[in-house]
């Protein structure tokens, strides 16, 4: 297995610093840029603990070009990219759609542009399944045509694949495009896992800090949608399977097996499940009843999304794991550990 330096941006966020435990796991020396506006600093000590391994850590805003281009100078023999860094809330994104174009994309160029000049090959990219939009049929794969994105959130992931397609056309580099559904749960140490940034809209964690009283009631956003118990169905997938796609995205890419400047790669469990069946889940895993109510639907969700990953089984060799019942059990032992350690 081929290794390498890798830079991950956003690298002490939830996805991030998942990803970097993988890496670091499988050899890889690893580099994070993170600003640490929606993480903690105490974050890179936990991946460095968990790990084993040095984690070296940058706190700045990806947008910053001086700031990218002295890392790259500290360590000219990084290889390869990994690039989380970008705002990620669907509800944020709608009420601030400007704030997301400046920073989602603005972040990716900057260091497109360090990266390239560093004379960087390999270069992976977090997308989303938001790319899809209400996809016409289901399960969607990476031919399904991309519809009108629901959000400003889904537009700046739409955008950022467009300009990784149109930067491909002239540049040495080869993009690993995932596009990934609803990743949830913790490492399964219970040691790390999300730390919500502000109010969370992410259902796991909602679910979560319900359970736990930080909320009085969960909101059901929807009950008469075209689905199975009339709530929104998604393909929720456990965070160390998405951390476990990445490192073999890599690794795929310094194999060279890649044949493709860009090669898109959906990361889902292949299955779908609604709110209500998750919150059932939750209840049957932590022996807890989750206080929820009926609301009337939100702007911006897609109805229903779930994945066809029989590319990334046959190409990346990535299979998931991790079940349902594993995420709720993971994300309920990172819920009770947060407030052992009060962790805010």
């Not at 932590?286 to 009926?294: R, V």
Request: proline share 4%; charged share 25%.
């Amino acid at each position: 297995m081929k290794t390498c330096k890798v830079l991950v941006t956003g690298g002490c966020g939830y996805i991030g610093s998942h990803t970097a435990i993988d890496l670091l796991k499988q050899g890889f020396e690893v580099v994070s840029i993170d600003s640490l506006e929606r993480s903690q600093a105490f974050v890179a000590g936990r991946v460095e603990e968990i790990s084993g391994k040095p984690f070296h850590q940058y706190s700045f805003d990806c947008r910053d070009e001086a700031a990218v281009r002295k890392v790259f100078e500290q360590h000219p023999d990084i290889s390869g990219v990994i690039h989380f860094a970008a705002y990620k809330s669907v509800g944020e994104s709608v009420e601030h759609p400007l704030r997301y174009f400046d920073n989602n994309l603005n972040s990716l160029i900057t260091v497109l542009r360090v990266a390239e000049s560093f004379h960087v090959q390999h270069f992976v990219f977090s997308s989303s399944c938001s790319v899809y939009g209400n996809a016409a049929s289901l399960p969607v794969t990476e031919s399904t045509p991309l519809a009108e994105p629901e959000s400003p959130y889904g537009r700046t992931k739409l955008m950022s694949e467009q300009i990784i397609h149109d930067y491909s056309l002239h540049s040495r580099m080869r993009f690993t495009v995932l596009r990934y559904f609803n990743p949830a749960g913790a490492h399964d140490s219970g040691r790390l896992g999300e730390i919500p940034f502000g109010k969370p809209d992410n259902l796991v964690p909602v679910i979560t800090e319900t359970a736990i009283g930080k909320r009085p009631a969960l909101t059901v956003y929807g009950d008469d949608y075209p689905t199975r118990d009339g709530s929104c169905l998604r393909d929720y997938i456990h965070v160390m399977d998405i951390a476990s796609a990445h490192t073999k995205a890599l690794q795929y890419l310094l194999e060279n097996k890649q044949k493709e400047k860009v090669e898109i790669f959906n990361l889902g469990s292949g299955e779908g499940i609604t709110v209500l069946e998750m919150i059932h889940a939750f209840e049957k895993v932590s022996a807890t009843e989750l206080n929820y109510l009926l609301g009337d639907k939100r702007p911006g969700d897609v109805i229903a999304i779930y994945a066809d990953n029989s590319k990334a089984r046959s190409l990346l060799g990535w299979i998931p794991v991790r079940t349902t019942e594993d995420i709720m059990r993971s994300a309920w032992a990172w819920e009770n550990r947060m407030r052992e350690e009060k962790i805010k």
